[in-house]
T-cell receptor
Framework: QITLKESGPTLVKPTQTLTLTCTFSGFSLSTSGLGVGWIRQPPGKALEWLALIYWDDDKRYNSSLKSRLTITKDTSKNQVVLTMTNMDPVDTATYYC???????????FGSGGFDYWGQGTLVAVSS | DIQMTQSPSTLSASVGDRVTITCRASQSISNWLAWYQQKPGKAPKLLIYKASTLESGVPSRFSGSASGTEFTLTISSLQPGDFATYYCQQYSNYYTFGQGTKLEIK
């Protein structure tokens, strides 16, 4: 059974750094083709992809937020950590982590979509 | 960056109706497109990947198709549990979601 769960603060102040942890089970990030990404959703708004890390430590970032984001993995702990600096009230959102299986034109390990998601964690940014 | 534009933003329909949601990419993404269903307060659920392949366990009334940079999600006969918000997402060049289509009861 594959599960993912996000953890971190529910409230941060403007200019602070947010650190979120995704703890997962049922798969390993040492397995070829697997990745874990972060997606957020402001209240009442659309999904926005933030960052993703693959089994081979390939890291990808949303270009509009790249300067503020860092994603890392701890394979032994089955965790992926996202840090976002200089938080602003517009960053108030539910933050999800999700598993992704790599699929591209040269090689494909599965669907390519985000196939398993955590329940999400709501982070508010306010002074 | 690749932009994904969904239409309509809101769709009103009745149980038993056939509905179609469209997603247009700003450039070619081949068939690297997924569709998700999201219900209020819940995480999204993967429905379709590679534009037309049904994820395991997804009912066959859901289908996807592609024509150039235009992609469609069709629900052949709406069931009560299908009223939700639907998102497309490209994975040709990094990852971009559409703005969502809310499917509501007429």
């Amino acid at each position: 059974q594959i599960t993912l769960k996000e953890s971190g603060p529910t409230l941060v102040k403007p200019t602070q750094t947010l650190t979120l942890t995704c703890t997962f089970s049922g798969f390993s990030l040492s397995t070829s083709g697997l990745g874990v990404g972060w997606i957020r959703q402001p209240p009442g708004k659309a999904l926005e992809w933030l960052a993703l890390i693959y089994w081979d430590d390939d890291k990808r970032y949303n270009s509009s937020l790249k300067s503020r984001l860092t994603i890392t993995k701890d394979t032994s702990k089955n965790q992926v950590v996202l840090t976002m600096t200089n938080m602003d009230p517009v960053d108030t959102a539910t933050y999800y982590c999700a598993r992704k299986v790599f699929c591209g034109s040269t090689r494909c390990f599965g669907s390519g979509g985000f196939d398993y998601w955590g329940q999400g964690t709501l982070v508010a940014v306010s002074s | 960056d690749i932009q994904m534009t969904q239409s309509p933003s809101t769709l009103s329909a009745s149980v038993g109706d056939r509905v179609t949601i469209t997603c247009r990419a700003s450039q070619s993404i081949s068939n690297w497109l997924a569709w998700y269903q999201q219900k209020p307060g819940k995480a999204p659920k993967l429905l379709i990947y590679k534009a037309s392949t049904l994820e395991s366990g997804v009912p066959s009334r859901f289908s996807g198709s592609a024509s150039g940079t235009e992609f469609t999600l069709t629900i052949s006969s709406l069931q009560p549990g299908d009223f939700a918000t639907y998102y497309c997402q490209q994975y040709s060049n990094y990852y971009t979601f559409g703005q969502g289509t809310k499917l509501e009861i007429k």
